[in-house]
Each structure stands twice: as structure tokens, then as C-alpha cells.
């Protein structure tokens, strides 16, 4: 294979097989306000000092913040083992 068709392959892997994924769920957070994981357990997002749903600025932050963790290669989940919170971290 030519390192061109390889690097071709690689990006479009990127692109397909997470950004999609992850923008998707992002959608569904703005809709919805839940994730598929969580609406199969009838779970929804909320913010966490008022309990209010998830708006739509909320959930572009939020799905901006996944595509930024990925993009360094999981380095922004790191904050999440630093909390001092009882309440879990990336839980939603």
C-alpha cells in the first residue's frame, strides 16, 4: 500500500469511525438530552447544581470538549481523576 492511500485510510477512519460517533451523540444530547447508553436506562443529563436539563449551548460544549479529549488522544479525561466531587466524573 502507498503511504498516501495509507495516511488516506487513517483520516477517514478518523473521521468515520469516532467524529461521526461522537458528533451524533452530541446531537442526541441537544435533542434528546440523554446518550443512547443512558435513554436504553431511561437516564437523562442534568445540570448538576440546579438539575435542569441539558440545553443546546451545554451539549455543543460538551460534544466540543469529547472531540478536543480525542483529539489528544484521551488527555482531557485526566481532570476527572483529580475531582474532589462525590459525584462521578463524565457520568453526565
Not at 469529547?66 to 476527572?80: E, I
Request: with cysteine; proline share 4%; aromatic share 8%.
Amino acid at each position: 500500500m502507498a503511504p498516501e492511500s495509507f495516511a488516506l485510510s487513517i483520516v477517514l477512519w478518523l473521521a468515520i469511525g469516532q467524529c461521526i460517533p461522537i458528533l451524533v451523540t452530541g446531537i442526541l444530547w441537544a435533542v434528546c438530552g440523554t446518550s443512547p447508553g443512558k435513554r436504553a436506562l431511561h437516564l437523562r443529563i442534568v445540570d448538576a447544581d440546579t438539575g435542569a436539563p441539558m440545553t443546546v449551548r451545554k451539549a455543543g460544549l460538551r460534544t466540543l470538549g469529547y472531540l478536543l479529549s480525542f483529539a489528544t488522544c484521551g488527555a482531557g479525561f485526566c481532570g476527572c481523576y483529580s475531582t474532589n466531587e462525590s459525584r462521578r466524573c463524565m457520568t453526565g
